[in-house]
């Protein structure tokens, strides 16, 4: 098996008249945690789309080596405000990804209890998730996309709306995911100090990758004398 997971290469893509993304070219190994991060109209949520398929590039390449991908998009907790959903039927979603509606086995079961139980939420399996607050929406959404055994986490600005000290439990989650579950991660967020605390590889992009490599390299070329808010403004 190789020890990438993806390949981008040359890629472009262009809505109407204008290019939003030019030239993106980098690949990732297994097991990386993978932060990008810029600032707000860059591209960064169109890359993902791109990776996942929900849009074509205009031009250039796109190589995924695995089939078993999880995808979190932007502001999903807020499409469950309503939703008479309870967390363990949100997270059974999980194990329909091939689109089957049917019941679920007992090993089906089985994984939602264990999966409910490493993000914490266990005991909350029977509550409605629109009764749950942004930070523990963000963790079942977790627990769903984990629960179908991904290779490949990635996430959109999933700590938006979440406040300082779950975002650090959240961050904290998704190193164990990483570190010890042994699955790629790629997240997309504004939290800079966040995504370096936590990645082993981060990319600052607008419309072009303008840095990728490790984050101390990131504060020693990138930051000095750009202040952090400067950056992310554009």
């Known amino acids: 098996m190789s020890d990438k997971i993806l390949e981008v290469r040359n890629l472009y893509f262009r809505y109407k008249d204008e290019f939003v993304l030019e ?17 707000n109209g860059s591209g960064k949520s ?8 929900i849009l074509k590039p205009t031009d250039g390449e796109i190589r995924i080596y695995t089939d078993k991908i999880s995808y979190i998009p932007q502001r999903i907790a807020s499409l469950y405000h309503l939703f008479p959903a309870t967390v363990e039927e949100i997270v059974g979603l999980g ?5 089957i509606i049917r019941r679920f086995t007992n090993k089906d079961k089985e994984l939602i209890e264990q999966a409910l139980e490493l993000v914490g939420l266990k005991e909350f399996k029977n509550r409605k998730i629109g009764e749950l607050s942004g930070g523990q929406q963000q963790r079942v959404h977790i627990a769903r996309a984990i629960v179908s055994n991904p290779d ?3 996430l959109d ?17 998704l190193g164990h995911l990483n570190k010890d579950m042994h699955i790629t991660i790629i997240i997309v967020s504004h939290d800079i100090s966040g995504v370096a605390s936590e990645v082993s590889m981060m990319a600052y992009l607008d419309k072009r990758l303008h840095f990728i490599g490790k984050p101390k390299d990131f504060f020693k070329k990138i930051l000095w004398p750009i ?8």
């Open 227 to 234: 202040e952090i808010e400067d950056l992310l403004r554009g």
């Open 46 to 53: 169109t890359l993902l789309k791109l990776i996942v398929g």
């Open 23 to 39: 030239d993106i070219s980098f690949s990732l190994n297994r097991e990386e945690f993978f932060g990008i991060i810029g600032p």
């Open 95 to 99: 194990r329909l990804s091939d689109g």
């Open 157 to 173: 600005e999933p700590t938006t709306g979440v406040d300082v000290v779950n975002q650090a439990k959240f961050y904290e989650l």
């Open 152 to 154: 490949l986490l990635i």
